[in-house]
């Protein structure tokens, strides 16, 4: 069973960039479907981004509209770990941000990833 670490959140101010870090417990996920999401108190949980396997070490993007010019998803570790590079936050970024990974991309988006890191916290104050 695979374990995702997630870390890097923390309380930043508006226009702060942040990087978030999800390190797996064993190096298999190279050619996985790995993704962020989020959920705000209240909210339903949104898909981030997440990244595709191409083929070695290559990997597709993607991002939702209100977060694509400020969001770079990446693969580090041959593949096997995710970041997220965040810039010009806003207040309505605060959430708990979840790294996730699935054999299957479609799963992944669905929300349905077989591994799920623990959560980091990202708070943006005005």
């Known amino acids: 069973q695979v374990q995702l670490v997630d870390s890097g959140g923390g309380l930043v101010q508006a226009g702060d960039s942040l990087r978030l870090s999800c390190t797996p417990s064993e190096r298999t996920l190279s050619t996985y479907a790995m993704g962020w999401f989020r959920q705000a108190p209240g909210k339903e949980r949104e898909l981030v981004a997440h990244?595709?396997?191409?083929?070695?070490?290559?990997?597709?993007?993607w991002y939702p509209d209100p977060v694509k010019r400020r969001v770079t998803i990446y693969r580090g570790d041959a593949g096997n770990s995710l970041y997220l590079q965040m810039n010009n936050l806003k207040p309505e970024d605060t959430a708990t941000y979840y790294c996730?990974?699935?054999?299957?991309?479609?799963?992944?988006?669905?929300?349905?990833?077989?591994?799920w890191g623990q959560g980091t916290q990202v708070t943006v104050v005005s």
């Open positions: 990244t595709t396997f191409r083929r070695a070490l290559t990997y597709d993007p």
């Open positions: 996730a990974a699935d054999p299957e991309a479609q799963t992944l988006v669905a929300g349905k990833s077989a591994y």
